[in-house]
């Protein structure tokens, strides 16, 4: 089971996969996350006397994710912190608000899209941790905005054809929220103390829409 948490700036997703390891230490989570792969992009251009690029720091990330997906199986058992399409919302954020040299236009986008697509086939559920739902209302603006792509983005996995999605051969995504107890215990209306998945879950839920009487 391959697993990835989803969402905005601040919203704990890095002591949600602790907890998670620890509630389902069959699971392991890659040592290099995407803040190293931009801490070392980084570095290598400052190195050099450069100024880091958003676009190529996007691309970095993006391959570097990828790139990690693919170096696990279908039967192993990983939970990621952000995955691709983490990134190419942040992409479409920059491209959306015309950061000046970021480099993040049209072309850069549509470059980026098959690649998200594929990727999207090397994970099995996308556990999403919408802002809407976090009890502190107090958010920036840009995390507002973000979150509000995250949903479109979430949303629009569920139609027959997606830019994003492969219609037969995605993920599924699944909402949690409210403390970090309260997401674990809604993990736990999917997986069972193995860390498979419970039943039959395909497309986009929320633990309230959950039909209980499949696990009796």
């Not at 697993?3 to 905005?8: D, L, M, R, V």
């Not at 995955?83 to 850069?108: A, Q, R, T």
């Not at 107090?138 to 479109?152: G, I, P, R, Y």
């Not at 996995?157 to 219609?167: Q, V």
Request: proline share 4%; aromatic share 10%; net charge negative.
């Amino acid at each position: 089971m391959r697993i990835a948490i989803s969402g905005t700036e601040n919203q704990n997703k890095t002591k949600l996969v602790d907890a998670f390891l620890l509630n389902w230490s069959q699971y392991t989570t890659p040592a290099l996350s995407y803040k190293d792969t931009i801490e070392h992009y980084i570095s290598s251009v400052e190195k050099k006397g450069d100024l880091p690029d958003s676009k190529d720091v996007q691309w970095a990330i993006l391959n570097d994710m990828v790139v990690t997906q693919q170096s696990y199986k279908v039967d192993d058992k990983v939970i990621f912190n952000r995955c691709p399409i983490d990134n190419i919302i942040y992409s479409l954020y920059l491209n959306d608000k015309d950061v000046e040299n970021s480099g993040v236009n049209d072309e850069f986008i549509e470059k980026c899209i098959p690649v998200v697509r594929e990727s999207m086939k090397d994970l099995d559920i996308i556990f999403t941790v919408p802002l809407t739902k976090v009890a502190d209302s107090k958010h920036t603006d840009m995390e507002q905005e973000l979150n509000s792509l995250f949903l479109v983005m979430f949303q629009e996995s569920i139609n027959e054809y997606s830019p994003f999605f492969i219609h037969n051969d995605r993920p599924t995504i699944i909402e949690v929220f409210g403390t970090l107890q309260e997401r674990l215990e809604m993990m736990k209306m999917y997986l069972d103390e193995d860390g498979e998945i419970l039943g039959k879950v395909t497309g986009i839920l929320e633990p309230n829409s959950l039909d209980l009487e499949m696990f009796e």
